[in-house]
């Protein structure tokens, strides 16, 4: 066994341990903090009526859009309402190449019709509202969940 070497105080080695630091500040704030919660499980669990969509209303849960696919005739306001503690877009544009078996898709194009960042449940802007004026189908994604996808069809 031979001895451990001491690095010289003034090497540029000793600048690295500084790098470890920084990543784990830079880590700490990309992660979710709801870790280390559990006394806020109770109020922070959604009740059945905040994940039951009302009429022409579309609630974010489970990283899905529920219902995926909406018909409601033209002039209909559709509200998009958070049903989980995470944030969502509603992103309007196409979407496709979707995974069979992951459910991910492939291709998403935003067209800019609309695009909201969507809340976290129980925070201002947990909530959005578009008014369809043009028959058609409107497909929409959320931008940073591939397994969210889904569409308005408005009939004349
Ligand atoms: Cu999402």
Redesign the pocket.
Known sequence: MSPTRILRPGTPLAGLLLIPAALLVLSGCATAPTEGAPEQQSTQQPSDEQLTPGENEVI?IG?RFMPETITVPVGTTVTWRNGET????ITSGAWGDVNESTGLRGSQSADGLFDHA?APMGEEGDSFSFTFDEPGEYPYF????LT?NAMVIVEG
Do not use: A, F, R, S
């Not at 995470?86 to 877009?89: D, E, N, R, V, Y």
């Open positions: 974010t990283l995470i944030g969502h877009t969507l959320c931008e940073p969940h969210m």
